[in-house]
């Protein structure tokens, strides 16, 4: 990700697809639960969506979804992962 940065104004940051991925943790984050935290693949790729924790009684452990979202490097307290900010989801028919 980083060699092909860095990301701003002139350089958005790579949008990906991604379809057909199974949850295998999902819970809110954020004041009052505003946002949701998820984990999809075999890997457990951390997914953040921004201001859609009302979206959680819809998304559980074993829900495949497709969704779109931009890759980033996230370091936190020493640790250095690859994370994607969900853009949209195609969330499941109720």
Do not use: Y
Request: with cysteine; hydrophobic share 45%; aromatic share 6%.
């Amino acid at each position: 990700i980083e060699k092909i940065g860095p990301f701003g104004i002139g350089n958005p940051a790579p949008v990906v697809q991604i379809a057909g991925a199974k949850i295998v943790e999902v819970s809110a984050m954020g004041k009052e639960g505003g946002h949701l935290s998820m984990r999809v693949g075999n890997k457990r790729l951390r997914c953040i969506w921004w201001g859609h924790g009302k979206c959680i009684d819809r998304l559980h452990a074993g829900t495949m979804i497709d969704f779109v979202g931009k890759i980033k490097v996230n370091e936190f307290r020493g640790n250095i992962t690859a994370e994607i900010d969900i853009i949209d989801i195609a969330l499941p028919s109720s």
